[in-house]
């Protein structure tokens, strides 16, 4: 169906204008339907937690290596420590001006809970830096 003027003589003459009201329609629709998706897209999130596959770093001297075992027992160094001198140490720490990098090395099978409690307790005092450690794949 061509589009044309209205006039009393006979001669057809087609339009040469492109009629917009099909695609603004088609986008008006687009948007409406990428208005209430994309929000639904952000509020699922499916979390699949990744395997460690990491490079062996050579640590600094001056770090230190806070090892915390499957029963929630802390060892700063290699020495073992009850929590009350955790605490101090992390005080310490944080009080350094020039902090060393604190290597956490947190037993996987770990309470999370008791891992929050060491993080936060450490934040509170200071330490800032701080390093997860964990063991290439074979």
Do not use: C
């Amino acid at each position: 169906m061509a589009f044309g003027k209205f006039s009393s003589d006979d001669h057809f003459q087609p339009s040469a204008e492109i009629n917009m009201i099909p695609m603004i329609d088609v986008m008006l629709v687009l948007l409406i339907v990428f208005m209430i998706t994309a929000p639904l897209m952000t509020h699922s999130v499916q979390l699949e937690l990744p395997q460690a596959s990491s490079t062996v770093n050579e640590p600094d001297k001056r770090d230190i290596t806070l090892s915390i075992d499957a029963d929630g027992v802390s060892y700063w160094n290699g020495q073992r420590l009850t929590n009350e001198e955790l605490t101090i140490r992390l005080q310490q720490t944080g009080n350094l001006s020039d902090q060393p990098q604190l290597q956490i090395q947190a037993d996987k099978n770990l309470s999370y809970g008791r891992l929050v409690d060491v993080l936060a307790e450490a934040s509170r005092f200071g330490v800032h830096k701080m390093a997860f450690v964990s063991q290439p794949e074979h």
